[in-house]
């Protein structure tokens, strides 16, 4: 591990955390027993920022009476939301619930309410089903297998819609042939998030190492034809992490895929990992970017420019993966 992580005023500000986030700090960076992460993990359902979002459930397994969005939003041209979309809607918050770790058990039954009563506000289509855009299937693929629908069809909708390059991009259904940043990261969490949970198959294995490896090859932040960066956008962290790409999430993940696959860090994230240590403040913090806007039932983070005990979390462990070798 490196000092900063080994750093105690660092760990101990990081703990006294809601049990969402505490106890990934429990497991991954203190190397807490298992029986103490799994009793504060056991917590999100009963208390924090996990039971306040149980609480908005709806009766129909729905939040906000709508898939990705409220329900009504697109009615007479929708409600007017000046600050970006909202995030209220059942997709946004189950992505939520599942990343910080709430046991499936807790939402026993909502695979099926969602499977009666919820449909995408795309062409109408059921929920458990997908719908065109890349990231919403992802986040659909990873929900589903979780609450144990059955998504089998989401799985090889992305081995049949993986573009030449290697990627995907939510705009194919416009035409485009070229892969995105944002669209390939958000397939492939999907992926591992379903392969991790079933086994997956050579097939889709093939699809999620084609999208990193189109990830790689631009060394997570630059084109491949010129080797600018590809945006500021991907030097820019935020939490909540929502549909849009940054090289912690990046990086997140190859961890996360890598420990998975059994294989050592990739040599060619090393700059991408050097500009995320660069962001590292002297206190072994990292700042709150600029958020992505649009409502919400109620904040998990701070306000940009302090510093973020979530992506100080997530930018500490990759950095000790990383340092470790």
């Not at 600050?83 to 619930?97: I, S």
């Not at 795309?122 to 855009?133: A, I, M, N, R, T």
């Not at 042939?177 to 097939?203: D, F, K, Q, W």
């Not at 919400?296 to 005990?309: Q, T």
Request: hydrophobic residues 40%.
């Amino acid at each position: 591990m490196t000092d900063q992580t080994a750093d105690p005023l660092l760990l101990d500000w990081l703990r006294e955390s809601d049990p969402a986030l505490r106890w990934q700090v429990e497991r991954d960076l203190l190397r807490a027993p298992e029986d103490v992460w799994s009793r504060t993990r056991a917590r999100i359902a009963t208390e924090g920022f996990g039971a306040r979002m149980l609480a908005h459930q709806g009766a129909d397994g729905q939040w906000a009476g709508g898939a990705f969005f409220p329900g009504g939003w697109f009615d007479s041209g929708g409600p007017e939301e000046p600050e970006g979309q909202p995030w209220t809607a059942t997709t946004p918050v189950l992505k939520l619930l599942r990343e910080w770790g709430l046991d499936a058990s807790a939402l026993d039954g909502t695979a099926a309410l969602l499977a009666a009563n919820a449909r995408w506000e795309y062409d109408d289509l059921p929920y458990w089903g997908g719908e065109v855009d890349c990231c919403i299937n992802a986040d659909t693929l990873a929900t589903g297998v979780w609450l144990g629908a059955d998504v089998d069809g989401i799985a090889e909708w992305f081995v049949e819609h993986r573009l030449a390059d290697g990627g995907w991009n939510c705009e194919w259904v416009e035409g485009s042939t070229r892969s995105s940043y944002h669209s390939t990261l958000n397939a492939v969490r999907g992926l591992l998030a379903y392969e991790v949970a079933t086994g997956g198959s050579p097939a889709l294995t093939a699809a999620r190492h084609a999208g990193e490896e189109y990830l790689l090859e631009r060394d997570l932040f630059t084109r491949l034809t010129t080797g600018d960066l590809v945006g500021d956008w991907a030097l820019r962290l935020s939490y909540p992490f929502r549909w849009k790409y940054d090289i912690l999430r990046a990086t997140d993940h190859l961890r996360d895929a890598a420990m998975h696959d059994g294989t050592r860090p990739d040599p060619r994230m090393s700059e991408a990992i050097e500009l995320l240590r660069a962001q590292r403040q002297p206190d072994g913090t990292w700042l709150q970017g600029v958020r992505h806007p649009g409502r919400v039932w109620f904040e998990v983070d701070v306000a940009e420019g302090r510093p973020s005990k979530w992506l100080t979390f997530f930018a500490t462990r990759v950095l000790a993966w990383w340092d470790a070798g």
